[in-house]
């Protein structure tokens, strides 16, 4: 037999299964369709050894996306790039950088505790003109698993949650983080309203770029990374996995550099929480609810949000106090603000119980960060270990703040200049806000030694200021003193006064100054 009567004898064979298939479609029972299926099944079950699992993109009736189909997804595409031969590129945006991830109808395979397991991603295209809640020009996507069947066990019991655990860990890595602020409640109704408005987060804020002592920073790096990891501790204590700052300093110390430093540090999403709109307990609890887990909860400036009666008290800010020569708008704008502050009703007992954990403990981790410029104002209920279990100072700028800054904005790890600034830091009081405006160039003229100059006259200047305040504020004291040595003097006058005129009978016991006064009047 020749090859080409071998390709025309094996087309007539497949012409005619074909021709079966079609008529068995056309004219079998739909009813004995089903259980014909399942003989066939069950005959294919015992000569195909293999397993198969498949994982859809949209589970459900409600159409939602299904979360393990994403992290089987992130899974794959970190393990696919090395292997696959079609690959499907795209651009993530917080890197700016191209993935690449498998292709539609693409198969890889993947080892685990040697075991061989295949994957592909399929796709079934909808006929044309068919009607689909799905997506249509995308198909309907779904994941393979093929393994041999003496493996199931540890397939379905430990494959599967490692995939998905590490494509979840994948995800987060490579997702677009945001910050997120509350929406007055007005318009939270009506389509597509939601509470809480995104930007996507691109602080650049560092641990590496934040200037402060090194071993304060290490131990805030540790407690982070402890409570990130701290999933089961958390369980095991029966606590809500939740952890408290509390950022306390001056202005410019770096307190809102030091939460987008712990959000990028931590992969977090950063919710700012302006506590000024939101009108009370319940809707502040509406809107942690709907905060997602692995995020920084915010609240800055907590000293002009509460006061410690639990009465929402308004910042008071300078143009506030500047009546004058206001455009309408920002009237208009002021006036709605100050509307918002009186019908404000959020309580200390309303945050002190979301800090608690009764409505935080919904979903994952979540950190939660307050400011203040003056920690002394904060009712101690708030601020007691257990809600904001960790206390940081930001500080002025110390030497070793100093280093940190000078690399970050000279370049310069060590200089002829440094034993000056060291000196001066340690005397006068200066924030790291200012000390990186001296030192950052002004101009391309404008060298390390010349920015380093500039900051040791700012830093001088300061000294010298703050030496003329204390010399004041000296005087002043003296002057208060001398007062208060004067008044008893005067007293001592006015006791004698009083004896003399007790011993001339003048006055009685009781009436000494009415008497005094007569006494006075008499001998003028
Ligand atoms: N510790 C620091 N490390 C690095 N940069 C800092 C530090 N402190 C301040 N800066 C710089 O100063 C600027 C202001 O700092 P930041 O806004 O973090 O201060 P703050 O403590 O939040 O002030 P405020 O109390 O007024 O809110 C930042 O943009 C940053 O560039
Ligand atoms: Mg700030």
């Not at 970190?78 to 993530?92: E, F, I, Q, T």
């Not at 509307?339 to 939660?368: M, Q, Y």
Request: charged share 30%.
């Amino acid at each position: 037999m020749t090859i080409t009567e071998m390709w025309t004898q094996l087309g007539s064979v497949i012409a005619g299964l074909m021709f079966g298939w079609a008529m068995f479609q056309q004219y079998f029972p739909h009813q004995l369709r089903g259980s014909f299926n399942r003989y066939t099944q069950r005959l294919v079950g015992f000569v195909y050894p293999y397993l198969q699992i498949t994982f859809h993109e949209y589970t459900g009736e409600r159409l939602k996306r299904s979360e393990v189909y994403s992290a089987i997804q992130s899974y794959l595409s970190a393990n696919s790039s090395m292997r696959a031969n079609k690959l499907k590129a795209d651009v993530v945006n917080k890197s700016h950088s191209v993935v690449l991830s498998m292709d539609d109808h693409e198969e890889i395979t993947d080892d685990f505790n040697g075991i061989k397991i295949w994957w592909s991603s399929n796709k079934i295209t909808p006929q044309a003109q068919s009607f689909s809640f799905y997506p249509i020009t995308e198909g309907r996507r779904y994941f393979k698993l093929t393994v041999h069947r003496r493996y199931r066990n540890v397939i379905t019991n430990s494959y599967i949650d490692h995939v998905i655990k590490e494509g979840k860990a994948v995800a987060v890595k490579n997702r677009q983080r945001k910050l997120y602020t509350n929406n007055p409640s007005n318009n939270w109704y009506g389509w597509k309203a939601t509470k809480w408005s995104h930007v996507v987060f691109e602080h650049p804020a560092s641990f590496d770029t934040l200037a402060m002592a090194t071993k304060e920073k290490e131990e805030i790096m540790k407690d982070l990374v402890k409570f990130s990891k701290g999933k089961s501790y958390y369980a095991k204590i029966g606590k809500a996995w939740k952890r408290g700052y509390l950022l306390y300093g001056p202005p410019g110390t770096g307190k809102s550099t030091m939460i987008a430093a712990m959000a990028n540090f931590l992969n977090y999403d950063v919710y700012d929480l302006e506590l000024t709109t939101v009108k009370d307990n319940t809707e502040l609890r509406k809107l942690l609810i709907d905060t997602t887990s692995k995020s920084i909860i915010v609240i800055e400036d907590i000293d002009c949000s509460l006061d410690l009666t639990g009465q929402r008290k308004p910042k008071e800010k300078e143009e506030d106090k500047d009546e004058e020569g206001q455009d309408p708008i920002s009237k208009k704008e002021k006036e709605e603000e100050a509307e918002n502050k009186k019908s404000s009703k959020v309580t200390l007992s309303g945050l002190l119980n979301f800090i608690d954990g009764i409505w935080s403990a919904c979903g994952g981790e979540r950190i939660i960060v307050f400011t203040t410029n003056y920690v002394e104002k904060l009712d101690p209920a708030l601020i007691r270990r257990g809600r904001m279990d960790k206390h940081i100072e930001m500080s002025y700028c110390c030497f070793e703040a100093f280093k940190v800054l000078a690399e970050n904005y000279l370049d310069v790890e060590s200089h002829e200049l440094f034993a000056k600034i060291q000196n001066l830091l340690e005397e006068t009081k200066m924030t790291p806000a200012d000390v990186a405006e001296n030192l950052m160039p002004k101009s391309e003229d404008e060298d390390e030694e010349t920015c380093l100059k500039k900051l040791i006259a700012a830093l001088e200047e300061a000294k010298e200021e703050e030496g003329r305040k204390k010399s004041e504020e000296e005087a002043k004291l003296k002057a208060e003193q001398d007062k208060e040595k004067d008044q008893p003097a005067k007293e001592d006058e006015k006791g004698k006064e009083i004896g003399i005129a007790k011993e001339n009978g003048l006055i009685s016991n009781g009436k000494e100054e009415i008497s005094i006064e007569s006494t006075k009047q008499g001998d003028s």
